[in-house]
């Protein structure tokens, strides 16, 4: 099992920026990838962003352009950098990560969210 502890969150006026970080401990020798959901009220969660292990980022319509993800898999860290916020990016922020636990069987973990909120 992985234990991730996410950092970063806070208040944040629109069109201004904010990093978020997720450390990530325990098995990870078999990690496909981490990366980012959020909630925001009354919606469902939905993916931001991922990175895979050969750094391959994919990411949501909604925040290609203005979110970077990044990673330090020496630290087992990956980071969120959020530019030119919007309003609608204002939501719980959930790290994750999936490891290969054996031939058939995928594990997903999560953080315990961060909240972001981003004012007009």
């Not at 292990?53 to 990673?71: C, K, Q, W």
């Not at 916020?85 to 204002?90: A, F, G, I, R």
């Amino acid at each position: 099992q992985v234990h991730l502890v996410e950092s970063g969150g806070g208040l944040v006026q629109a069109g201004g920026s904010l990093r978020l970080s997720c450390t990530a401990s325990g098995r990870l020798v078999n990690l496909i990838d981490m990366g980012w959901h959020r909630q925001g009220p009354g919606k469902e969660r939905e993916m931001v962003a991922l990175i895979f292990r050969d750094d391959t980022a994919n990411y949501a319509d909604s925040v290609m352009g203005r979110f970077i993800i990044s990673r330090d898999f020496a630290k087992n860290t990956v980071y969120l950098q959020m530019n030119s916020v919007k309003p609608e990016d204002t939501g719980v922020y959930y790290c994750y990560a999936r490891v290969s636990v054996s031939d058939d069987r995928i594990n997903t973990d999560w953080g315990q969210g961060t909240q972001v909120t981003v004012s007009s």
